[in-house]
């Protein structure tokens, strides 16, 4: 099957403006481990990365989506043209972009990387996830690897030779990892058996490197009961010799692949350990019964890159509506409506029409400013870390509380976002002759997979609320009481910042509510209540950060002549924070009231109340 053409878009001026005069990326360009970079060269970057993925993975996506992928004697067959696409991606170093020079990479800083990840992510989300994978599994090994470990692993998953999954799911156990039954049995020389079975394992087997690194999770014989008692295993396809050669196959198997509803270019596989008792695998580094905080590295990673993934798909879904309206002409303009003689008009000229636009381009460039807000601090963290450390503790305290939402939010949204953009095309978005239908579907697992959105909801209210007793939260209730104290008199924006000021106290009520009900005895209200919380507080952070871009975008504007090219782009910023707090802000406060309604039906009606199936 030939490649089709390429369907994917971005707009760089807008990835410009949040890496560079939104988030000022000079904060931390240019020092310690980001001493290479600076604006031209992150700039030159995007532009190849942007070049890169609508000529090469772009034009695979339609393709790659039709044709899936295939079990041949026992291994994945990945669709045509992937294989070639991984060499190239490699061979360009964009996939090497943030990786730490001491496993041959370029080392840009954080947010540099998550808006590459979103060029390459939106033009094939499907194949991007397999140098995702690779990379978060080289940067666990990386991380907590022995040195033998780091030497021999993480460069070769990082540039390509080998690819790497994360194994944690079992059929039994499902989100419940604890009750994961794959065995490791201690052989004399070090090493382990592992026998098991793990299910939707995504890249868990192909054909575009020479061999691929499972990271496992498995419980060492006479290890307790629960997560307390998991290890974190190395278990390569093929094993590995001590000097990066490869040795023989190492009795992992593939039992099948999952025929899925989106992503169809990325092999979901069950996989068979030990089925022959051959199958050996090493700790990670020396630690046993480490495993979950091991893989909660990855795990968090990978949580963020689901957030890339939605602001990828959401923003070319935009786009590719905001073209397709532009083009498609259909009925006469409202103000003629009674007029039969009246010229046809574009589709954008109408008014629904311009709603779901202004609804996409706001939520959008909203997603992706919480996205880059959140690397942002990951890089401060990483420049301040050894030199102040209280400023640190507070960046990676903002990286923590805001994860869950990034996550959560972005993976929502860019599945609604989507369906919102076929509604934009009308009957041809349901077509595949248009890619918003394969945006929509591909969406749908971001809200499922690397922890349920309802897991990422009770990860927020269970732990990062009260992490660091309390001081994650109320440092970011304290950086938007400093915005509105600077901005609740500014011109254009003045009502909507205030209006920040009573989202957030209700949502600080609704907080301080969940810790009453635990209190209380109402415990089962917190998980009812939790992905209403996460909810409100990621349309306040939304929000908020939609105001701020306004904010800088109209300090701009003000010193730019009439006629200047950027003048409509800066205007754009300010319809966007101002529709989005019009409309999008007020639910927040209304979802506060819901939430202390403390409605506890689901709990109460009976299980026979449901019906019958």
Known sequence: MSAGIN????????????????????????????????????????????????????????????????????????????????????????????????????????????????????????????????????????????????????????????????????????????SASTKAVRQPDGTFKITGTKIFISGGDHDLAENVIHLLLARIEGAPQGTKGLSLFIVPRVRVNADGSLSKDNDVTVAGIEHKMGINGSATCSLNFGENDGCLGELVGAAENQGMPQMFRMMNTARIGVGIQGVAVAGSAYLNALEYAKDRKQGSHFTQWKDPKAPRVSIMQHPDVRRMLLELKATTEGLRSLVVKLASHRDQWAVLAGKDDDKAAYHMGQVELLTPLVKAFSSDEAFRLSAVAQQVYGGAGFLKDWPVEQYTRDAKIFSIYEGTNHIQAMDLVARKLGQNGGANFQGFIGDLS??????????????????????????????????????????DLVPLVANRFLL?????????????AGVKAEASLSKLPEGHADRSFYEGKRYSALWYARNVLPEAKHHAEVALLEDESPMKISDEAFGHS
């Open 482 to 523: 400093n915005f509105v104290e600077a901005h609740q008199d500014h011109p254009v924006f003045g009502k909507e910042v205030q209006s920040l000021t009573g989202a957030s106290e209700a949502i600080m009520g609704v907080a301080m509510n969940m810790m009453g009900w635990s209190q209380a005895g109402k415990i």
């Open 7 to 178: 369907r994917y878009k971005a707009d760089l001026r807008e990835l410009f403006f949040v890496l560079f005069e939104q988030y000022d990326f000079n904060a931390f360009a240019g020092k310690g481990d980001y001493a290479d970079w600076d604006e031209p060269t992150a700039k030159a970057v995007i532009k190849e990365a942007y070049r890169f993925s609508t000529e090469v993975l772009g034009p695979l996506n339609s393709s790659g989506d039709r044709e899936g992928c295939k079990v041949v004697d026992g291994r994945v067959i990945t669709p045509t043209g992937f294989k070639e696409a991984w060499k190239k991606l490699f061979e360009a170093g964009i996939r090497q972009v943030g990786v730490p020079k001491e496993f041959g990479g370029q080392a840009a800083p954080y947010a540099l990387h998550a808006v590459v990840e979103e060029i390459t992510s939106g033009a094939n989300t499907a194949f991007g996830m397999y140098p995702g994978l690779a990379g978060g599994a080289a940067e666990v090994i990386g991380h907590f690897g022995t040195e033998a470990q780091k030497k021999l692993y993480p460069e070769r998953m990082f540039n390509g030779t080998w690819g790497g999954t994360m194994c944690l799911t079992e059929s039994q156990a499902g989100t419940d990892v604890g």
């Open 536 to 548: 409100m507080m990621s349309q306040l952070a939304v929000s908020y950060l939609l105001l701020d």
